[in-house]
């Protein structure tokens, strides 16, 4: 069975740091794309991070850009997102999600840019599977 868990969530003050983890199981995360989204109350989840399964391409959403890093471990079937200087508007719910179909699409279209493709997709829907999300809220 897929399965994706976050952890990793919590309370921290603005400018504070928090790691989050996305460990997957059922299936080996590394064959896969991995993103992170994140939902705040009142508004549509979003794309915040997404590697390629290869790691050979990363997309940062332009909030994310110099505060926020997504890598891999592979052996332990894990990808992290580490996010820095954490704003108020950085609270919501963050998820990770795993996507194959774009993987296999670049496989025929070398040129296709799968982590930019998967978060900014109109059809978060089509990712192969999410995790349950871990809530984030930066407040003093």
């Known amino acids: 069975q897929v399965k994706l868990v976050e952890s990793g969530g919590g309370l921290v003050q603005p400018g504070g740091s928090l790691r989050l983890s996305c460990e997957a199981s059922?299936?080996?995360?590394?064959?896969?794309?991995i993103g992170w989204f994140r939902q705040a109350p009142g508004k549509e989840r979003e794309g915040v991070a997404c590697?390629?399964?290869?790691?050979?391409?990363?997309y940062y959403a332009d909030s994310a850009k110099g505060r926020f890093t997504v890598f891999r471990e592979n052996g332990k079937n894990k990808v992290y997102l580490q996010m820095n200087n954490l704003r108020s508007e950085d609270t919501a719910v963050y998820y990770c999600?795993?996507?194959?179909?774009?993987?296999?699409?670049?496989?025929?279209?070398?040129?296709?840019?799968?982590?930019?493709?998967?978060?900014?997709?109109?059809?978060?829907?089509?990712?192969?599977?999410w995790g349950q999300g871990t809530q984030v809220t930066v407040s003093s």
């Open positions: 999600a795993a996507d194959l179909r774009r993987v296999q699409f670049a496989e025929q279209n070398p040129f296709y840019n799968v982590a930019r493709g998967m978060c900014t997709t109109q059809s978060q829907d089509s990712l192969h599977a």
């Open positions: 590697i390629t399964n290869s790691d050979d391409r990363i």
């Open positions: 059922g299936f080996s995360s590394d064959r896969y794309a």
